[in-house]
């Protein structure tokens, strides 16, 4: 039979990318599940990469909060609300556990799971679930979302993280460049221009050449002025999330400040080496089934001599290694 799960968990990009292991276990050990999503409209295209997705659920919190008493606004808010009560589902499953999940969890027909009051970063939102279930908070964000879905299921995990991205990665071929990351949504993120011109210098040596991210003009404008002259960097246009995730995942390795793209980066199995400086990787290291490596801590910024050692143990992988995670091969 049929067993209708609804997930609950709308942003943000690296959080969505942490859930897709948790959506693969449930495919994997909850016979018949049909598993709806409702996510950020802006992030849309994450959970639909994942063939286990049955449909996926635009919501606007983002858009909404804006004008939220606007008459398109109530409009939006309603087909919503009329479009969830509408379904019965067997397990709504919140993996949020914050107060802007609960209201659309409590929007849902279904047995409500969630986090328990120790275990919600919200503890309020625990009061609102029908079962609620305890997983330690400090581990990593990818264990704590599957120890949440196998609690939710009765079931017990095993094995590496498998993301489910192969819509993505299927057939790509690895080509000789780096795609950087240099932005982040806080300035307090940001490494010195100075040691990111150290590791320009060594990906070159080895062959290289630069493809930078950003997301918005001002991140256009510092990617560009990091790279002036360079004629082997480029700064790529404003894309989608599904054309950025294809950049990444033909990418020899990827350097990036802790930002989503980054943890998308090691999801697609891409070597990748994240720089920590306003946050904590103890909760959020990057995890994928390539080489990664999360380096720094809040407060403490990695050295430009700890990001090139791991760049090197990066690029020392095995090339067959690395089509063997992409189904694809490699051009040098």
């Given at each position: 039979?049929?067993?209708?799960?609804?997930?609950?968990?709308?942003?943000?990009?690296?959080?969505?990318?942490?859930?897709?292991?948790?959506?693969?276990?449930?495919?994997?050990?909850?016979?018949?599940?049909?598993?709806?999503?409702?996510?950020?409209?802006?992030?849309?295209?994450?959970?639909?990469?994942?063939?286990?997705?049955?449909?996926?659920?635009?919501?606007?919190?983002?858009?909404?909060?804006?004008?939220?008493?606007?008459?398109?606004?109530?409009?939006?808010?309603?087909?919503?609300?009329?479009?969830?009560?509408?379904?019965?589902?067997?397990?709504?499953?919140?993996?949020?556990?914050l107060m802007k999940s609960v209201w659309l969890v409590r929007q849902t027909r279904g047995q409500r799971h969630g986090l328990d009051l120790r275990s919600a970063r919200e503890p309020l939102a625990s009061f609102f679930y029908d079962v609620k279930h305890t997983v330690k908070?400090?581990?990593?964000?990818?264990?704590?979302?599957?120890?949440?879905?196998?609690?939710?299921?009765?079931?017990?995990?095993?094995?590496?993280?498998?993301?489910?991205?192969?819509?993505?990665?299927?057939?790509?071929?690895?080509?000789?460049?780096?795609?950087?990351?240099?932005?982040?949504?806080?300035?307090?993120?940001?490494?010195?221009?100075?040691?990111?011109?150290?590791?320009?210098?060594?990906?070159?040596?080895?062959?290289?050449?630069?493809?930078?991210?950003?997301?918005?003009?001002?991140?256009?404008?510092?990617?560009?002025?990091?790279?002036?002259?360079?004629?082997?960097?480029?700064?790529?246009?404003?894309?989608?999330?599904?054309?950025?995730?294809?950049?990444?995942?033909?990418?020899?390795?990827?350097?990036g400040l802790d930002s989503g793209l980054t943890h998308l980066s090691a999801g697609l199995g891409r070597p990748t080496i994240g720089i920590y400086k306003a946050s904590t990787p103890v909760r959020t290291p990057l995890e994928g089934p390539a080489y990664t490596a999360s380096?720094?801590?809040?407060?403490?910024?990695?050295?430009?001599?700890?990001?090139?050692?791991?760049?090197?143990?990066?690029?020392?992988?095995?090339?067959?290694?690395?089509?063997?995670?992409?189904?694809?091969?490699?051009?040098?």
């Open positions: 039979m049929t067993k209708r799960i609804l997930i609950v968990r709308t942003s943000s990009l690296g959080d969505l990318v942490h859930m897709l292991p948790a959506i693969s276990d449930i495919a994997r050990h909850v016979p018949g599940a049909q598993i709806d999503w409702v996510v950020e409209e802006g992030f849309a295209e994450i959970p639909a990469w994942h063939p286990s997705v049955h449909e996926v659920i635009p919501v606007a919190h983002r858009r909404w909060r804006k004008h939220w008493w606007s008459a398109e606004t109530r409009a939006e808010r309603a087909a919503l609300r009329q479009k969830l009560s509408e379904r019965e589902y067997d397990i709504v499953l919140d993996m949020q556990a908070f400090w581990q990593p964000a990818v264990t704590r979302q599957r120890e949440l879905a196998a609690a939710a299921f009765g079931y017990v995990y095993e094995g590496s993280p498998d993301f489910g991205l192969e819509a993505i990665t299927n057939g790509v071929t690895v080509m000789p460049y780096a795609v950087i990351m240099p932005s982040a949504s806080r300035d307090d993120k940001l490494w010195p221009e100075a040691d990111w011109h150290r590791v320009f210098t060594r990906l070159h040596e080895h062959g290289l050449s630069l493809k930078l991210l950003s997301g918005n003009a001002a991140e256009t404008a510092r990617a560009k002025s990091l790279v002036a002259g360079d004629e082997q960097a480029e700064v790529l246009p404003r894309m989608s999330l599904t054309d950025v995730a294809k950049v990444l995942a033909g990418a020899r390795i990827m350097v380096l720094g801590e809040r407060g403490s910024a990695p050295s430009a001599e700890t990001v090139l050692s791991a760049i090197g143990q990066a690029l020392d992988f095995d090339d067959s290694s690395h089509a063997q995670f992409t189904g694809g091969d490699i051009v040098s």
